[in-house]
């Protein structure tokens, strides 16, 4: 069944048998040449996979099935107590086989450094060793059959990873050491050696590397997991004019829902009864609680702390705005920057390179080696297939890309694409808007200038009467102002609005003006000994208004757009990161030149339309800047989608802006010097990563070939060689974990 190619799904799959970065390509190649598919993202760091395509989920589950693994589709929101529980019973399993193998392998080892066990091929030695044999395959298979398993269904596709080299080694150890008990009699002495204790003891150190591993990296995911969790399991429905409980799933559009103080938001909505504060903090990052009357939006998953209240649902499923966060969250984790794609290609070809380099070990130990050169040759070669297992280079950038992607969203930021988190810190320049992004957004009455005392209190009175007929914004701050000093309006008759003039009526018998120079000098009204006044007020950028009563101006009334209480410290933050800042808006020089100066920017560019904004970041771009642009992600969207790094303003209600590539949950610009902090650790980070990785690897493979023996007679021990392996993934883990604790406005 394939679907119309209209319309791309994209599913996300939980991907099983995934044990090193070899395993991505695999999966990715697989998934890639389905019909249909458009993309294919495979995140070795949480094990899923990320499909667009228009074809049917069970043709992407065959086709990893084919490829040697096992899928599922991931729905909806799993229960995170579950997934907490599934990680913790893989833990426990790797746990258990960890200890068996270690608890015989140790003993082994023991024995054998004292003497206890008889010589192979004595008397005593032809009945115990193969006793002991018996016993080492039946803890390979119990603590090592899911490598062996992995290695023989990439063999039969004809690819190799990180399963076929411990299968290799381990495997071999086993073999080698059955034929030194069958062969005993026709071996040299120096080469009657069984190497029983260190395919066991390999196994172990593999088995504890990877459940300490899996522990460290499902802590990646706890923001995804905290996220989850705030959705409630039911929700209380008005329905017959009753109060029910029903399953979240059940809850449809335009349902009326009862909120009790302490209970979560279980759907998005609007408020139609009630007064309450909400605490939103773990959506937008913001402590400070949040006032709701009613036609106030509420938020799924956002804790109500007060008071009771009705709201309608207008969000629910897939549509909320949480679901909306975890499915952005996901796809950043999943995504993969530029720096990670190197890695991929490396790790693709790193383990078939390493069976040649065995191999070739092998031989020359065989030909060139001291005696029993058949011994050596079989250590190294073991050594090097067990050593150098590519998990630490596989998990080295997703696992760093999860940890800050998910603190990025437990402060309000919404990385959506991976490429942002690596471009965010190399940004020489950022654009920033002015209305909703420098600014409230909202205008404010900032001044009342009252002439021939006359009292503000009446002027404010007179000018909220007038305007209670128009739907300018300018009006709705006039008549907030009066509102919030709780001002009786009067009876308004003859209103008439004159569009880019202002407002006529007759109120209390009496004609009344009210709005720019230009309405003053249609209807023959004097003002110019009040011209100082509104030039002053103009280059502060506010915008002034006169009243007029009975053809005489009695007040001027000024509303502007005030800049957010941090935006100032904002842009110093951010000039102190080295960024060169410019404010491009559409509103007129006079005040977007008073607007830059409060907030600390110095460079403006003033009466740019929203479609033009786009062309100033080419322009930019074409002089060699790397530009970053901070918007609405409305009106701003074709600059966001041009920029480097679109970042856009929202609140926990509008994620959904697909031209950004970041997302500020909150208004505040303080968040977006967050981002270039963080993603400079980010990159730093990964970069620990692979140079540790890579490190490992190009150093241990040579040693483990015994490129130090000639000159130092040092040769690796295959049992070490396993733990280093182990330990060298969960470093990774450990040295990206730290981006969880990321305290910003500290250097990395």
Known sequence: MVMSTEEIIETRLSILGMRCAGCVSSIEGALTVVTGVVSVSVNFADHSAIVKSHTDPEMLIRAVKDAGYDAAVMEGFEDPAEQEAQEVLRYHKLMKKAFVAGIFGIVLMVAEHFNWLPEIGSATGKWLWPEIALITLSILIYSGWHFYSGAIKSLSLGQANMDTLIALGTGSAWLYSCIVIDYSDTLPALAKHAYFEAAVVILAFINLGTGLE???RGKTSSAIRQLIGLQPRTARVIRNAEEIDIPIEEVGLGETLRVRP??????????????????????????????KIVGSEVVAGTMNQTGSFLFQATRIGRDTALAQIIKSVRQAQSSKPEIARLADKISGVFVPAVVVIAVLTFFVWYVFGPEPSLGYAFVTSMTVLVIACPCALGLATPISVMVAVGRAAQSGI??????ALQTAGKLTCLILDKTGTVTEGKPTVSTIEAIDNVSEHHILQLAATIESGSEHPLAAAVLLAAEKKQLTLDKVLQFEAIAGFGVTALINQKKVAFGNKALMDAKGITFLRYNNILEKLSTKGQTPMLLAVEDKVIGIIAVSDPIKKDSALAVQKLIKQGLRIIMVTGDNEITAHAIAKEAGITEVRAQVLPQDKAAVIKELQAQGEIVGMVGDGINDAPALAQANVGLAIGTGTDVAIESADVVILQGSLLKVPEVIELSKATVINIKQNLAGAFFYNTISIPVAAGLLYPLFGILLNPMIAGAAMAMSSLTVVTNANRLRWKKFGESE
């Open 214 to 216: 899996t522990m460290a």
């Open 262 to 291: 302490g209970e979560k938001i279980p759907v998005d909505g609007v408020l139609l009864e009630g007064h309450s504060t909400m605490d939103e903090s773990m959506l937008t990052g913001e402590p400070m609680p949040v006032e």
């Open 414 to 419: 919404l990385i959506r694409k991976g490429d």
